[in-house]
């Protein structure tokens, strides 16, 4: 039996995926230069010193790579056999975490085992990769078939979520909202995902624009219901296909908003939250006694996506003003441009940015950058190392870096087609997912586009678990993908 193993580790290396193993090298290769860039030491400049974070990061890498080939050589059937203990014995270690982690700026998520400490958050990715691939794997699973699909996808979500946000640690569980994508390749209604970029569009638009105020409103929440007035009537008109009933939608609200204007130019004062209320109350009113004439389902969709949208924007200053901390709110407002807050917030990301454009086109060169060297970005060799290669090596160095991130994408996106079993191909996108979430928010946390919530970029940033985590996520996916030869074999 030990030799069947052995020989099925053997075959796992022949038929591993090469082109993902290079990119896999050039990354975590390029990673270790930027920290020791990043933190490079006048005094002590050697790459390979154990004191210094590129020594660290290697000696990382080095275990890494002992990982991941320990990972090939084992049975593939284990991570499908086993994939549900892994993920129960995760939560277990995210539970007891909360417990007994340290303080640390106010997070209880890095479990020290003496010198070394590590963050269970980063191992949980593949724990619930290997869960949610599990489920999606089980007899006659479809998750259209019926809403219990949903929540029994949702529920192996949202446990670790709810487990780290208990340790204080928003930005990791953030990342777990991308396997909401992999629902979306399954067969998730593409009306979900819309959803959420309206969640998100109305959240911003209402907090960034407070003033002026436009019929008593905040022109932020004006012009949010006249977004969800306008989604309105484009649903009725292309999603329900029902050109009279949207033709009169529209004639009613362009009507109501043209007597509306007319009597505020007069000089009555109009109240704006009663006027849209009611407007879209009546639009919502002759849509559901029209609609019994028609197909019900698309209308009542329609009219469930107002009336949550109105809710949801009713709760956005509640939110933004009594459950965010106000770190975390004012992360935001510097994000959105609200304030500047040099000094506190928005002090990392302005030398992040003053950093990145003083790099220009080609960099100022390898060790030769003035705010690299100096200190004046904080976390530049952990969060906010994408900014380290920006000033030394410019625009061109950061498109490279960029691109190779992007041919592995693509390279996963292949491997995840190629699958024969749901398992396989869902465990493929939560990989592909969990890769795309960290590469954008980072970036964007680094140039200003995001708030600063502390998500790692991929095989660059320095850190063990980091590493660790995705090392386990990426090995496991090739271990798996050079399967399908073996049973072909």
């Not at 860039?37 to 000696?59: P, R, V, W």
């Not at 007035?229 to 009725?236: Q, V």
């Not at 296909?241 to 204007?261: E, K, L, P």
Request: net charge positive; hydrophobic share 55%; charged share 10%.
């Amino acid at each position: 039996m030990a030799s069947k193993n052995t020989d099925s580790g053997i075959s796992a290396f022949k038929a591993i995926d090469w082109v993902t193993i290079v990119l896999y090298l050039l990354l975590v290769t390029f990673g270790a230069i930027s920290i020791y860039a990043a933190s490079y030491d006048f005094d002590n400049a050697s790459l390979f010193d154990l004191n210094e974070f590129s020594g660290k990061q290697i000696m990382w890498i080095g275990l890494s790579l002992v990982i991941g080939s320990i990972i090939m050589l084992t049975d593939y059937r284990i991570y499908k056999t086993y994939a549900y203990p892994i993920y129960i014995v995760v939560l277990a270690v995210l539970l007891v975490t909360i417990f007994v982690a340290p303080d640390i700026k106010g997070s209880h998520s890095w479990l020290k085992f003496g010198p070394i400490s590590l963050q269970p958050a980063e191992f949980g990715k593949f724990a619930t990769a290997l869960a949610l691939a599990k489920l999606f794997d089980s007899y006659n699973f479809v998750l259209n078939a019926k809403i219990s699909n949903y929540f029994r996808a949702l529920i192996i979500i949202f446990l670790p979520i709810i487990l780290i946000l208990l340790q204080n640690e928003t930005g990791s569980a953030l990342v777990y909202l991308s396997f909401i994508f992999v629902l979306y390749r399954e067969g998730m209604s593409g009306l979900v995902l819309f959803s959420v970029l309206c969640a998100v569009t109305f959240f911003v638009v209402a907090v960034k624009f407070a003033e002026p105020l436009i019929l008593g409103l905040p022109m932020g929440e004006f012009t949010v219901f006249v977004i969800i007035l306008l989604i309105f009537a484009l649903m009725l008109l292309f999603y329900c296909r029902d050109i009279i009933i949207a033709r009169n939608v529209i004639y009613g609200f362009v009507g109501s908003g043209i007597i509306v204007t007319i009597l505020s130019l007069c000089g009555v004062q109009v109240n704006g939250l009663i006027y849209f209320i009611s407007i879209l109350a009546l639009a919502i009113g002759y849509t559901a006694i029209a609609m019994f004439r028609h197909r019900i389902g698309k209308f009542l969709i329609t009219i469930g996506f107002a009336i949550t949208s109105v809710l949801f924007l009713f709760s956005v200053n509640y939110v933004f003003g009594n459950i965010l901390e106000p770190h975390q709110q004012m992360r935001i407002k510097v994000a959105l441009g609200i304030e500047e807050n040099l000094r506190g917030a928005g002090y990392n990301v302005n030398q992040s940015k003053i950093a990145i454009g003083s790099g220009g086109i080609a960099g100022k060169g390898f060790l030769n950058g003035t705010q690299t060297k100096l200190k004046y970005v904080p976390e530049q060799h952990t969060d906010f190392i994408f900014c380290t290669i920006g000033e030394e090596e410019g625009f061109i160095g950061t498109s490279l870096v960029l691109a190779l991130y992007l041919g592995l994408i693509l390279r996963l996106i292949h491997i995840a087609e190629r699958q024969r079993t749901a398992f396989e191909r869902v465990y493929a996108y939560c990989v592909v997912s969990i890769l795309i979430f960290h590469l954008g928010i980072n970036v964007g946390m680094v140039i200003g586009l995001c708030p600063v919530i502390g998500i790692p970029l991929p095989f660059f940033s320095y850190g063990g678990s980091s590493l660790w985590g995705f090392t386990i996520l990426l090995f496991i996916l090739l271990r798996l993908d050079a399967s399908r030869k073996e049973r072909m074999d």
